[in-house]
């Protein structure tokens, strides 16, 4: 069954340093999504992309991240300069166009040291 | 804004008891509302959902059922075992159209012993 892939599992970076975290979503899928989870809270939305553009970010979503979609695989998140409060689990997400479920990959834990 | 409230954890069962997770939500509209879980070390695994009033949901012996005269959509589970403990989120998306974000609650953490 396809599903959706993220790399690295863990990432540990210096606080100031650029991060880039990768997803491949789903082949047909059209809609993709992040979310981070700081440990031990709620489940947060960042953005959603759609047709190679940004549909909807959150407040968190400041000029310090940054998504893209390079090729037909890959959709990733930026952090230009990490501060230690984005050390969380980011999840990636993906949709079709004909259905809500969102499918999710196994995330990235980013510790900010 | 839309919002997702769920029963706080964590939650200790016996194994075969039965289970409930409350959820409530807050949303314009009519949203799609579903369950999550998340298993030690890994991703959120979609567990069942339903798009409208009066659906229920169901998936491996858990369901739930859509209210919207209560704003709920808890879940049930007739007789738990070991390998259910796991955390259970709670999510709507405010519609099935256009490129919907996810509103999560704040999880529950269930464990089941043997």
């Known amino acids: 069954e396809p599903e959706v892939t993220q790399t690295p599992s863990h990432q540990v970076t210096q606080m100031g340093q650029e991060v880039i975290l990768r997803c491949v979503p789903i082949s047909n899928h059209l809609y993709f999504y992040w979310y981070r989870q700081i440990l031990g809270q709620k489940v947060e939305f960042l953005v959603s992309f759609y047709n190679n553009e940004i549909s909807e970010k959150s407040e968190i979503f400041d000029d310090q991240f940054s998504v893209e979609r390079p090729d037909g695989s890959n959709f990733t998140l930026k952090i230009r300069s990490t501060k230690l409060e984005d050390s969380a689990m980011y999840f990636c997400a993906s949709r079709t166009g004909s259905t809500d479920t969102q499918y999710f990959g196994p995330g990235t834990r980013l510790t900010v040291l | ?114």
């Open chain 2, 1 to 114: 804004g839309n919002s997702v409230t769920q029963m706080e954890g964590p939650v200790t069962l016996s194994e075969e008891a039965f289970l409930t997770i409350n959820c409530t939500y807050t949303a314009t509209g009519y949203p799609s509302l579903f369950w999550y879980v998340q298993y030690p070390g890994e991703g959120l695994q979609l567990l069942l959902k339903a798009t409208k009033a009066d659906d229920k949901g169901s998936n491996k012996g858990f369901e739930a059922t859509y209210r919207k005269e209560t704003t709920s959509f808890h879940l049930e589970k007739g007789s738990v075992q070991v390998s259910d403990s796991a955390v259970y989120f709670c999510a709507l998306s405010r519609s099935n159209f256009g490129n919907e974000k996810l509103t999560f609650g704040t999880g529950t953490r269930l464990t089941i012993i043997p």
